[in-house]
């Protein structure tokens, strides 16, 4: 039996002061992230998607509406795919800008690995997880879409692909409204696709 998860990163956020914004409510997509939505939908047009779910986050949530108009499904929420805490939400963390020019934050930064600056890698590769799995029962057989955010996604792929979950951010493959699709047979992952339908952008773009 083959299910297929897509894992659905937010279009793009209104953003002017370009901080990073996290998990801080009232950050909305913009008029271009409205627009990657839907092309993102588009793309899905003609699956067989029947269980929709997203971050309670408001950007997720919105970029969840076209799917949810196109395939007449309710919008599930699941805590698992919100974005990963930050000590550094609300400030402008730009690489050479903001919080990391100052020594008092430094302390923050002294452990990439686990990080010492948020939410522990391993920590949202398990919630990611457990998501998945709910989402491949709840369509099995058929399609679900789940929409979460970059790090949480990428930090998920990179668990399913046995790769080391420390990472360079600049490096990260999901782009705004990117799918991140994950085949099954039965329990067994046996692909994982990648696509951009609504097009490239900048990994390290600020608060994503």
């Known amino acids: 039996?083959?299910?297929?998860?897509?894992?659905?990163?937010h279009g793009e956020v209104y953003n002017p002061?370009?901080?990073?914004?996290?998990?801080?409510?009232?950050y909305k997509l913009s008029e271009l992230g409205v627009q990657m939505a839907k092309a993102a939908a588009q793309a899905l047009a003609d699956r067989d998607v029947t269980y929709l779910v997203a971050s309670p986050l408001e950007r997720a949530q919105q970029t969840a509406e076209p799917f949810a108009d196109q395939f007449k499904l309710p919008v599930d929420t699941d805590e698992r795919l919100i974005e990963s805490e930050n000590r550094f939400e609300g400030k402008?963390?730009?690489?050479?800008?903001?919080?990391?020019?100052?020594p008092r934050y430094w302390p923050w930064m002294r452990n990439p690995f686990t990080p010492s600056w948020g939410?522990?890698?391993?920590?949202?590769?398990?919630?990611?997880?457990?998501?998945?799995?709910?989402?491949?029962?709840?369509?099995?057989?058929?399609?679900?879409?789940?929409?979460?955010?970059?790090l949480p996604i990428w930090t998920l792929r990179l668990?399913?692909?046995?790769?080391?979950?420390?990472?360079?951010?600049?490096?990260r493959q999901c782009a705004l409204a990117s799918l991140t699709s994950l085949v099954f047979d039965d329990t067994a992952l046996?692909?994982?696709?990648?696509?951009?339908?609504?097009?490239?952008?900048?990994?390290?773009?600020?608060?994503?």
């Not at 046996?190 to 994503?208: F, I, N």
């Open 1 to 9: 039996m083959k299910t297929i998860v897509h894992m659905l990163r």
């Open 159 to 171: 668990f399913v692909s046995g790769r080391p979950l420390w990472h360079d951010p600049r490096r």
């Open 92 to 102: 402008r963390v730009s690489v050479g800008d903001g919080a990391l020019l100052n």
């Open 119 to 150: 939410e522990p890698y391993r920590e949202i590769a398990g919630r990611m997880l457990a998501a998945v799995e709910c989402a491949r029962g709840l369509a099995a057989g058929r399609e679900a879409v789940c929409v979460s955010h970059q």
């Open 190 to 208: 046996v692909q994982l696709r990648y696509t951009e339908p609504a097009g490239s952008s900048d990994p390290t773009q600020t608060g994503a």
């Open 17 to 26: 002061d370009k901080v990073l914004y996290g998990r801080l409510p009232g």
